[in-house]
């Protein structure tokens, strides 16, 4: 039997797109299936977050992805726009957003046409490699869904007809993310066993050997 893992995932997280890759790689190579679940980043849900975090917390970010994306060979810089759109004036973050919904949202979408995996990819890929600006803008986020086997006016349409259940939907996954043993993102659970943080991917590996992991 075919085993399986929960993805918690966010657009906003550099750490997601830091490791899908990865999990592509393994889904590709291995018999397992990965369960994208969006969830919508911590700005989003805790507007005061970043008022409140240690500011060596930021810092320590912005160093320690670039120098993971150099380690990992994988292009990446800051998206331009960011996914989540920050008062400067007072580090929070208001209700009226302009990208990370819709973005979560088609997340929700492709994972429920069983494209998930795929579409987080490109999409990641379109807004943090730094290949393109204003990714939000022109035919990048089109582009970046039809290489992911979707059809970006079908899910936007699909949207607008029950966007409830999207948000329905993302908050099922944030109480299964906590539920999984963690809060942050990109967390990896397989049978109630949390791995928060893209440098726990080996872990997972290890553990789904011992679950009988095998080669495509």
């Given at each position: 039997?075919?085993?399986?893992?929960?993805?918690?995932?966010?657009?906003?997280?550099?750490?997601?797109?830091?490791?899908?890759?990865?999990?592509?790689?393994?889904?590709?190579?291995?018999?397992?299936?990965?369960?994208?679940?969006?969830?919508?980043?911590?700005?989003?849900?805790?507007?005061?977050?970043?008022?409140?975090?240690?500011?060596?917390?930021?810092?320590?970010?912005?160093?320690d992805?670039?120098?993971?994306?150099?380690?990992?060979?994988?292009?990446?810089?800051?998206?331009?726009?960011?996914?989540?759109?920050?008062?400067?004036?007072?580090?929070?973050?208001?209700?009226?957003?302009?990208h990370?919904h819709?973005?979560?949202?088609?997340?929700v979408?492709?994972?429920?046409?069983?494209r998930g995996?795929?579409?987080?990819?490109?999409?990641?890929?379109?807004?943090?490699?730094?290949?393109?600006?204003?990714?939000?803008?022109?035919d990048?986020?089109?582009?970046a869904?039809?290489?992911?086997g979707?059809?970006?006016?079908?899910?936007?349409?699909?949207?607008?007809?029950?966007?409830?259940?999207?948000?329905?939907?993302?908050?099922?996954?944030?109480?299964?993310?906590?539920?999984?043993?963690?809060?942050?993102?990109?967390?990896?659970?397989?049978?109630?066993?949390?791995?928060?943080?893209?440098?726990?991917?080996?872990?997972?590996?290890?553990?789904?050997?011992?679950?009988?992991?095998?080669?495509?």
């Amino acid at each position: 039997m075919s085993l399986s893992f929960d993805l918690f995932w966010s657009f906003r997280s550099p750490y997601s797109y830091l490791v899908t890759p990865r999990i592509c790689d393994l889904v590709a190579s291995h018999d397992v299936t990965c369960n994208v679940r969006i969830v919508y980043p911590i700005a989003v849900r805790q507007a005061d977050f970043f008022q409140k975090v240690d500011p060596l917390w930021v810092f320590y970010l912005m160093k320690d992805t670039y120098r993971t994306a150099d380690y990992l060979g994988l292009p990446y810089r800051w998206p331009m726009p960011d996914p989540v759109i920050m008062d400067p004036a007072t580090r929070l973050y208001p209700a009226e957003q302009p990208h990370i919904h819709r973005l979560s949202h088609l997340g929700v979408v492709a994972a429920a046409r069983g494209r998930g995996l795929e579409f987080i990819r490109e999409v990641s890929h379109t807004i943090w490699s730094g290949t393109v600006d204003n990714w939000h803008e022109g035919d990048h986020m089109s582009d970046a869904a039809a290489r992911a086997g979707l059809d970006l006016a079908e899910m936007d349409a699909a949207i607008a007809a029950d966007e409830a259940h999207c948000i329905a939907a993302i908050d099922a996954n944030q109480t299964a993310q906590r539920a999984a043993g963690h809060y942050g993102v990109p967390l990896m659970a397989v049978d109630g066993e949390p791995f928060f943080g893209q440098d726990r991917l080996d872990q997972l590996i290890w553990r789904l050997k011992q679950k009988g992991l095998q080669p495509r």
